[in-house]
C-alpha cells in the first residue's frame, strides 16, 4: 500500500529520504550566499568600468548597454552598503545587551 505522497512523487520513501538529503547537502551556507553577492556585485562594477571605457574610446555603440551596467553597478554597491550598515546595527545592539 502507497501514502499520498509516494503516489504523487512515483517515489518510494527510501528514493524521497535520499533525495532530501541530496538537497539539503546541496545547500549553500549564509556565507557562501554573501560570498557569492560580493563577488557579483565586484563583477558588475568591473563591467561597468570596463564599458565606461570603451564608451571614452567609441568603441561601444549603445549607450543603453553602459547605462545599464553602471545603474546595475551603482545598485549593487549601494545594496551592499544598506546591508553592511544592518549587519553593524544588529552588532551594536548585540552588545549592548545586558546579560
Known sequence: MTNGITSVTGLSNN???TQSNQTSK????FSDVLTNAL??????VETAESLSKQLSTGE???LHDVTIAMEKANLGVELTVQ????????YQEVMRMQI
Open 15 to 17: 528514493q524521497f529520504v
Open 26 to 29: 546541496s545547500d549553500s551556507s
Open 39 to 44: 563577488n557579483q556585485v565586484i563583477d558588475d
Open 60 to 62: 561601444v555603440k549603445d
Open 83 to 90: 546591508v553592511r550598515n544592518k549587519v553593524v546595527e544588529a
